[in-house]
């Protein structure tokens, strides 16, 4: 069953392609996949009933993005970049692709084509980038065929397979002229740019004369290029009338952000686009602040400038063609003039989204809350922090600290604490001293950095708890954070709240709230989200320490070889299989490995 977040999300999703992220309760994207219409594939993960791996994948969900694209091709080229930059645990990693690929006319006396993902400075020709980089190789391996350059390493005394196989004119072993390097490069370039009409005439006379001289093998090759340029260059659709590579800028602003389309146009077709969505500084006049983001832009790494940027109207188009050194112009009709109106609209519907979303998310977070502090008789504040503790009949006590801003995670201020365990009680664990070992280190630190304090504690527990918390931060720290207690039944779902200040003569009272209110509902998200952290610390404390005393156990192990098997295998199990020679890799003497192998 989808959570809210989820549910508001599904209502939003657009029937258009592109590619979604699956996330888990920690935020970390654990699947991305792509789609030709979003909204019905990330329905059909909720809405359907899952099996196997996909059943596993959609339990762990706890919330998702999306990111819209304008085609299948373009929705695999960011498939690639999304699992190269997350690498999720659900998919299936792909071997090849490293980003954006493009095809490259080195500048060298003997010039090569040549893959690339990397953009250098060097004066050489660089075309891209491409959908994907199955698209890019293929092209790549038509035009070491067709119009061959260099192949191999450079003169070497002899010719190399490739000149043997005509994919090479030769630099290995004899001196070739400028003039056919250029001749050579003209030609491709005119391919990459779109002009087909002759490479297809010339193809064919190759074809029709090499049938005639018998050559079959050679004019089925021919063929074969024919057919590549049939089915993968003529089919693309052609959405404009001319072959100049340029980029279109076009933006929205609403509420003070503004949203920033750019389509990239190669080869008369639309290969890629993006979006980019940020808060103004100045709301005077978006258009300085726009310009600047396209200079920027092309300052970035592996941007490659194109040989027309095409912006709406009221820029200082002749400053941006100055600073860019690129001509920079508005088209007033045709084309053109439409894909700088479809690159305006999709920037509207991108930011549309973005607030939709916000609004529908704030009633789940600020709303929600509002009305924990309302039932606490409180005025608003930002910031909850919680806190739980966790052990195994009172070894390796830990406490972890959750923060919660405007009624969202705020991770980054996650904090875990190793406990000392002042006292332990017959029941395995201290949590009075547990509490107020942990409130004590907290918040002594921030108040000494004279950091911002939190609006409102909540503790994970009952009366215990609230009253070593207030008892550390009235007596000791001279500290008015309010303190509430979060109380689970038996079956671990919470069940009361309590509040007060004995210590300033307000005494703990039972708090009421309505079990379907959003408040309740971000109440026990807090608890939960406390409880995950600090037993997923403690489950990583145990763990090392118990492989650590283990090793501590070995005959000849020291506290120094110890950490050098911890930091070199990681796990018991790691050591156990490793071989004495691997032992002795991560540092061992020969006896202390033989040691090791024959204790495991």
């Known amino acids: 069953m989808a959570n809210q977040l989820i549910e508001n999300k599904l209502k939003l999703l657009p029937e258009q392609p592109g590619c979604y992220l699956m996330k888990n309760i920690n935020g970390t994207v654990i699947y991305v996949g792509k789609s030709k219409n979003l909204k019905n594939r990330v329905r059909s993960y909720f809405k359907s009933k899952q099996v196997g791996r996909r059943a596993e994948l959609v339990k762990e969900i706890a919330d998702f993005d999306i990111i819209t694209v304008t085609s299948d091709k373009e929705s695999f080229l960011l498939e690639i970049t999304l699992i190269k930059k997350y690498q999720p645990y659900y998919n299936v990693q792909l071997k090849q692709g490293t980003g954006y690929p493009y095809i490259e006319i080195t500048n060298e006396k003997d010039p090569q084509t040549r893959l690339t993902s990397i953009v250098h400075k060097d004066n050489g020709y660089y075309f891209g980038p491409y959908p994907n980089v199955y698209a890019a190789q293929a092209t790549l391996r038509f035009i070491q065929k067709v119009w061959p350059l260099r192949r191999c390493n450079g003169h070497q005394g ?358 379907k209110s959003e408040g309740f509902y971000l109440m026990t998200r807090i608890q939960d989200e406390v409880h995950r952290f600090a037993i997923t610390f403690h489950r990583q404390t145990h763990a090392k320490n118990s492989l650590a005393s283990k090793l501590d156990g070995i005959k000849g192990i020291g506290p120094k070889s110890r950490n050098k098997l911890l930091k070199k295998f990681g796990s018991l199990k790691k050591i156990k299989d490793a071989s004495v020679e691997e032992l002795q890799d991560a540092g061992l003497t020969l006896p202390q490995a033989q040691s090791v192998k024959l204790t495991l």
């Not at 491709?188 to 090499?210: H, P, S």
């Not at 739980?388 to 830990?398: A, F």
């Not at 950091?451 to 909540?458: A, F, G, N, T, V």
Request: hydrophobic share 35%; proline share 4%; net charge positive.
């Open 158 to 515: 002899r010719p190399c397979l490739y000149y043997h196989m005509g994919q090479c004119l030769g630099a290995c072993f004899q001196e070739v002229p400028r003039s056919k390097y250029e001749a050579q490069i003209a030609k491709i370039k005119r391919f990459l740019n779109g002009d087909i009409t002759q490479v297809k005439q010339e193809l064919t006379e190759k074809m029709q004369i090499a049938s005639g001289n018998l050559e079959f093998e050679r004019a089925a090759e021919i063929r074969d290029q024919l057919r590549y340029i049939e089915q993968t260059v003529e089919k693309q659709k052609i959405i404009s009338n001319d072959h100049t590579q340029r980029d279109i800028f076009n933006f929205y602003v609403d509420k003070s952000w503004i949203s920033v389309q750019i389509f990239f146009l190669r080869q008369a077709k639309l290969l890629r686009r993006e979006t980019k969505m940020f808060p103004l500084m100045d709301l005077s006049d978006p258009k300085d602040e726009f310009m600047s983001f396209i200079v920027q832009f092309y300052n970035q790494k592996n941007r490659i400038l194109p040989r027309e940027v095409l912006v709406p109207e009221g820029l200082d188009n002749d400053n941006l063609s100055e600073v860019l050194g690129v001509k920079v112009r508005t088209p007033q009709r045709g084309i053109k003039r439409d894909l700088l109106k479809m690159a305006k609209d999709n920037a509207k519907l991108k930011l549309d989204e973005k607030f939709r979303l916000l609004e529908l998310g704030n009633r789940k977070t600020k709303g929600a809350q509002a009305e924990i502090f309302q039932a606490f008789g409180l005025p608003y504040g930002h910031i909850i922090e919680s806190f739980d503790h966790s052990h195994i009949q009172g070894t390796d006590p830990v406490s972890a600290c959750v923060v919660f801003k405007d009624g969202e995670p705020f991770k980054t201020a996650y904090r875990k604490y190793k406990l000392k365990g002042e006292v332990e009680h017959q029941n395995g664990a201290d949590e009075v001293g547990n509490t107020r070992e942990v409130v004590r280190r907290r918040y002594s630190r921030m108040l000494k950095e004279h950091s911002r304090l939190p609006d409102l504690i909540l503790m994970d527990g009952g009366q215990i708890q609230v009253d070593a918390c207030l008892d550390v931060l009235r007596n000791e720290l001279n500290c008015d954070i309010p303190v509430a207690g979060m109380v689970k039944d038996n079956h671990h779902h919470t069940n009361h709240l309590i509040f007060g200040d004995p210590i300033n003569g307000k005494p703990l009272e039972l708090i009421p709230m309505n079990p």
